[in-house]
């Protein structure tokens, strides 16, 4: 029995976004959630052996600034930049605190797909990104999407709530004065 996009896209923009290190193991289709709570991007698993939670709360957060790796690349700005590759003590603080801001205020919903069905994956994603509106695409350009601008009140709170010390801060604060852009 195969799935009915449109079925699929309805059970999956209805659920309650959860919190990306509840992700499971699971393997399927998944809604990624911005800091505003909006639906980004509509992406699969894919070959991940680690499932919704090795794509999404390892990948999309921890991976590259490439676009490939949405909230990486989404969150790559202001205080949270960092240029790719570098490994610099402050690009690095930079990258840890893009990586905490998205898994405290970032969400994904996911529809476990049964793995009699998975070889039809590839086709159910293209098929429900047809039927999504464009805004819950805006992440999923084949051209680069820009960055959104610095959710300066949330990283604030962020900030506090992790305990940056002023060392922290300083490094972070250079960072953002390399930000194209600023």
Known sequence: MALKPLDVFR????????????????HGIYALYDHTGLI??????KNDKYGFHGR?????VGGSEGRSHKFSHAYNTGRMWRAKKDDS?????????RRAFARRYCRAAFLVVPSTLSSDLA???????????????AWGSKRSFAPVPEPTSLVDALLDE?????????AI??????????
């Not at 999404?56 to 999309?60: A, E, L, Y």
């Open 89 to 97: 003590a402050d690009a690095l603080q930079a990258k840890a605190l």
């Open 123 to 137: 086709a159910l994603e293209l098929a429900v990104q047809a039927i999504a509106p464009a805004e819950m695409l």
């Open 11 to 26: 059970e999956l923009t209805a659920r309650e976004p959860v919190a990306l290190d509840a992700l499971p193991y699971d």
């Open 40 to 45: 980004r991007y509509i992406g699969i698993t």
């Open 56 to 60: 999404i709360h390892g990948r999309h």
């Open 162 to 170: 992790l305990r940056y010390t002023p060392e922290q801060h300083a």
């Open 173 to 182: 604060r250079r960072q953002a004065a390399k930000c194209p852009g600023t």
